[in-house]
């Protein structure tokens, strides 16, 4: 596929649009968060989109997206310091003050230079475009490179991963023709300067359901791993593994009824085994919470279904893996077609041969309809613990972010929740980050008051020990 370069207008390199660092107006639960920061460009509709955290220094970046009147709707990226202070902030504002879409970050655990990758429409072609910037820890501009894909595809980007130790960016892309359906995985690498290095496509051609939600890599081999919806007659989920250089070795595809709906990919780089977490449904009224097992050449291992007790079709899954164990732990929300339901946030462990280890559930009331409940979830090796993150609507209290801790044999070690705002629409938790050092735990999203909404960054220190 071809690629062409067109210049980026970066400014604000040394002024700030973003509003300095005020307490929030929401209320906190128990402990509450180690600091609180929210993000105004003094516009209606702002958020924190991503999240990230410096292994070297402990600083903390916050990928986010603002409004103004003079500028449209722009992308934000702001450094805080552990203790929450802002180090600095810069904004991108294309030219032709083009509508631009945060989308997502990660740091070099080297040299700490912050990668981000946002979503840029382009008014002439109607075309989103794709744009990959670089600044160091000081908040330098690096480098900044634009990408179009030709007058008759549309590509947005999903998810970006760095591999430091090949010196190269991985992208995975929702592409599709220009007024079509056929959508199809787009996985790209580039060099650590921009320069695209490989694209490799998988799916569309009249398969309409391709629908790519995750990426994931194996630092031990360089392989790299996507997955998503699959457009086959089976419908289900596809997986595609390709070495460092963008060859495929191996696409997996899953019938619906064993995995379809999927929305998160995790690997082992001890054992080179694959985790994909998902949602299946198996007509007329059950459905399931699956998650299927992969080794390194796309054999499937094993899978396991759970039921979900609302037997919904739209739900969140995230899959992660404790390296040393070989632990593998999944957390699951319901969407939510009914309001004033109990909503269970499911949590469980399997060993690496799919045995089941512990089983938890948090049931909610809620006081909304419609949507997904946001879901983050990852693995802490520093504490060897399972940090998991919910935004649901509660009928009593409002917008609610609530934040779970557990230990190696799923007991609870934390259970907080936050007020961002009145109740509406689950949609105010974006992004979850780890400490590499320290296990601090921090969640990228949105707090609302009354008709305005801020981007907010809450810091929890690590879980009590055991």
Do not use: C, K
Not at 83 to 95: E, F, H, K, Q
Not at 180 to 193: N, P, Q, V, W
């Amino acid at each position: 596929m071809r690629l062409t370069l067109r210049s980026l207008l970066v400014l604000g390199m040394g002024i700030a649009l973003v509003a300095p660092v005020a307490p929030a107006v929401a209320e906190q639960a128990a402990a509450g968060p180690r600091w609180v920061a929210t993000q105004d460009a003094f516009g209606r509709s702002d958020s924190a989109r991503a999240v990230a955290v410096s292994g070297q220094t402990g600083d903390v970046y916050v990928l986010g997206s603002m409004e103004r009147a003079t500028a449209g709707r722009f992308v934000s990226l702001t450094a805080y310091n552990r203790d929450g202070s802002r180090l600095w902030a810069r904004n991108y504002v294309t030219p032709q003050r083009e509508t631009a879409f945060p989308v997502d970050m990660v740091v070099s655990p080297d040299d700490g230079t912050v990668f981000a990758v946002l979503s840029v429409d382009d008014p002439d072609s109607f075309l989103a475009d794709t744009v990959l910037v670089a600044y160091d820890r000081r908040g330098r501009l690096l480098w900044e490179r634009r990408f179009d894909f030709g007058a008759d595809t549309n590509v947005r980007p999903v998810e970006m991963v760095l591999d430091p130790g090949r010196g190269q960016l991985l992208l995975l892309s929702d592409g599709s023709p220009f007024g079509g359906e056929d959508h199809f995985f787009l996985t790209s690498a580039f060099d650590l300067s921009g320069t695209p290095r490989w694209s490799a496509r998988y799916g569309g051609r009249g398969e309409q359901d391709n629908r790519p939600a995750d990426l994931a890599l194996n630092p031990s081999t360089g392989a790299v791993y996507v997955t998503g919806s699959a457009g086959t007659g089976l419908g289900g989920a596809a997986t595609v593994a390709y070495d460092p250089a963008g060859r495929r070795l191996w696409a997996a595809v899953e019938p619906a009824g064993r995995l379809e709906d999927v929305s998160s990919v995790a690997v082992n780089s001890r054992t080179g085994a694959i985790y994909v977490a998902g949602h299946t449904q198996n007509f007329p009224d059950r459905s399931f919470f699956a998650t299927v097992a992969y080794d390194s050449t796309g054999a499937r291992l094993w899978s396991r279904q759970e039921p979900d007790r609302l037997n919904e079709l739209g739900t969140e899954s995230v899959v992660a893996v404790d390296e040393v164990s070989g632990e593998v732990v999944v957390g699951s929300t319901p969407a939510t077609s009914t309001s004033g339901r109990a909503v269970a946030l499911l949590t469980r462990a399997y060993s690496a041969s799919g045995r089941p280890l512990w089983r938890t559930t948090l049931d909610r009331p809620i006081g909304q309809f419609g949507p997904d409940i946001p879901l983050e979830l990852a693995f802490d090796p520093v504490t060897r613990t399972t940090q998991v993150a919910v935004n649901f609507v509660d009928e009593a209290n409002g917008d609610l972010i609530e934040l779970v801790s557990y230990g190696l044999d799923g007991e609870l070690l934390r259970d907080e929740w936050y007020v961002t705002g009145p109740a509406a629409f689950p949609d105010d938790l974006s992004d979850l980050a780890l400490d590499p050092r320290t296990g601090d735990v921090y969640l990228a999203g949105t707090v609302t008051t009354d008709d305005d909404r801020d981007g907010l960054v809450l810091a929890y220190p690590p879980p009590p020990a055991t």
